[in-house]
């Protein structure tokens, strides 16, 4: 099911076994803006259940200086698993 938070940048899908994929846009410079509400909307759907998110990239992509820092941040960081 293609469900759409509120940023033309990036398209999220989540599917039946409740795993979340993130499609940056090409040709969008992702901003700060852009990470936040995409990222809250995804935690806001798919309250109260955990859920594993899978980033798929493409080529003609870039992000802010802010939205770089903010994807390292520990604020960030303690919401990803790494395997």
């Excluded at 990470?35 to 995804?42: G, H, K, P, R, Y």
């Excluded at 998110?53 to 080529?59: E, H, K, L, T």
Aim: hydrophobic share 40%; proline share 5%.
């Amino acid at each position: 099911m293609e469900l759409k938070p509120s940023v033309e940048a990036i398209n999220v899908t989540i599917d039946n076994n409740k795993i979340v994929y993130v499609r940056p846009n090409a040709g969008f410079n992702i901003s700060l803006n852009d990470i936040q509400t995409t990222f809250l909307w995804a935690v806001n759907e798919m309250k109260p259940n955990k859920f594993n998110a899978m980033v798929v990239g493409s080529q003609g992509i870039s992000f802010d200086p802010d939205a770089r820092d903010y994807l390292k941040s520990e604020e960030f960081q303690k919401h990803i698993d790494n395997y």
